[in-house]
């Protein structure tokens, strides 16, 4: 009985995340569609190269823009963020022996399949406390740099952060989509607001000038709200980009095992800005950190033991 009720129970959560997420990304995708449909009935650049069809690449150029945004935006709700699957047989001794597999392993980048090595204390044992964090909900081993998600119930590789926006996870296998979303979405943003700003007309009098410009003026108040919100998330992603960090990394380090014992600047997952930003951009496979882990960490004792 208690064990039909919690599926009950986890069904009728998954409807309710599902009904969530349609709503929020209906009315994302309303507000995008919505501003730039106001500038198609102002005297506008856009009305201009849409309507009049004067400047046809004007007019593509922006469509094809917003299209992109789009596009990013849905495929970073839908993707899999990078779900750790569960598997009843593993346990919390036997996973300790052992690195954690799963039924991924075949998207596993193959720079790192052969073996994982694990971290050694001093009498070289290994140091599993270390490496590994224990899920109790998922109950399993998590591979390094993955975080159980309370929201989507699941464990992500490469956990950042729960979207609300999204609905979703942002993990290792969609955000580069979600930063690409970022970027588009902060381009388009501007792009809108110097079209909306130079349609205003100009009107003697407060009111004939707000009664001519309403429409404008919302878009403006739009454009401002969002586009503060969407340039800071790229210029912090940016970031976390280029130093191959986490929002999870960042806001709790002092609390994540294999980060707390390391000096506050160090972050042993740092490969360089060029490529940091490759293997964000184009590597589509999940990689398993702990093998990058233990070899910048070794070669840190090694440098700091000749100093």
């Known amino acids: 009985m208690i064990g039909r009720n919690c599926t009950r129970i986890n ?3 998954r409807k309710c995340s599902c009904g969530v997420g349609l709503f929020i990304r209906t009315c994302h995708t309303l507000i995008c569609l919505a501003v730039p449909s106001t500038l198609l009935f102002k005297k506008t650049a856009l009305q201009h190269a849409l309507v009049e069809f004067a400047d046809p690449l004007y007019g593509i150029s922006y469509v094809c823009l917003l299209v992109f945004s789009l596009v990013m935006y849905f495929t ?4 899999d963020p990078g779900y750790v699957p569960v598997m009843a047989h593993v346990h919390k001794k036997s ?5 954690p597999k799963d039924d991924s392993d075949e998207d596993v980048d193959p720079e790192t399949e ?9 009498t070289g044992e290994i140091d599993t406390e ?6 109790d909900y998922c109950e399993i081993e998590q591979p390094m740099r993955s975080k159980h998600c309370e929201d989507c119930n699941k464990c992500v590789r490469k956990y950042d952060h729960h979207c609300p926006w999204l609905e979703t996870c942002v993990g290792e296998r969609n955000h580069r989509f979600f930063w690409l979303f970022l970027l588009s979405t902060a381009l388009l943003i501007l792009w809108t607001f ?4 130079r349609g205003f007309d100009q009107e003697d009098g407060w009111e004939g000038w707000f009664h001519s410009n309403v429409l404008l003026f919302i878009d403006i108040m739009v454009l401002i709200l969002g586009g503060f919100t969407v340039l800071g998330l790229l210029a912090f992603h940016s970031y976390l980009m280029v130093k191959n960090m986490t929002t999870w990394e960042c ?5 994540i095992t294999y980060l707390k014992y390391l000096e506050d600047d160090y972050n042993p997952f740092d490969q360089g800005c060029f490529h940091n930003i490759y293997c964000f951009l184009c590597r589509a ?8 882990y233990e070899k910048k960490t070794e070669m840190r004792k090694k440098n700091s033991s000749i100093v």
């Open 194 to 197: 110097v079209i909306t700003w």
């Open 114 to 122: 052969d073996h994982t090595p694990m971290l050694r204390t001093a």
């Open 251 to 255: 806001a709790a380090r002092e609390k």
């Open 11 to 13: 069904m009728s959560c």
């Open 130 to 135: 270390k490496l590994y964090r224990y899920c």
């Open 285 to 292: 496979k999940s990689r398993r950190w702990e093998v990058l």
């Open 76 to 79: 970073a709700c839908l993707v």
């Open 95 to 99: 996973a300790l022996k052992h690195p």
